[in-house]
């Protein structure tokens, strides 16, 4: 299973980054995905990225201020998070998927999240 970490309280404006690692396999070998859940409203993707190319597929409420890369020396991907915005608050979460996608309905392995809160 994966697990997302890294989360916590930051003002407006300001930086995080999240981490998903996993234990009991590899992480390259699949698409990796990072999706958020703020209080009543449902799972959105917020980025994701490919197992052989790598490539990087952002929603649009994020692209230009977070960006999703792996280490394969430590079996995780981060999602570095800038220019932090109070919508932004949410609970975060990484999971895996056999194609890249930033539908929740692609993927099946959901770990526990992390909770983001931006707020001043």
């Known amino acids: 299973v994966q697990q997302a970490s890294g989360g916590g309280l930051v003002q407006p404006g300001g930086s995080l980054r999240l981490s998903c690692t996993a234990s009991g396999f590899t992480l390259d070998y699949y698409t990796v995905g990072w999706f958020r859940q703020a209080p009543g409203k449902e799972r959105e993707g917020v980025s994701c990225?490919?197992?052989?190319?790598?490539?990087?597929y952002y929603a649009d409420s994020v692209k230009g201020r977070f960006t999703i890369s792996r280490d394969r020396t430590k079996n995780a991907v981060y999602l570095q998070m800038n220019s932090l915005k109070p919508e932004d608050t949410a609970v975060y979460y990484c999971?895996?998927?056999?194609?890249?996608?930033?539908?929740?309905?692609?993927?099946?392995?959901w770990g526990q999240g992390t909770l983001v809160t931006v707020s001043s």
């Open positions: 990225i490919g197992s052989s190319t790598g490539s990087p």
């Open positions: 999971a895996t998927s056999g194609r890249p996608s930033l539908s929740p309905d692609d993927y099946n392995y």
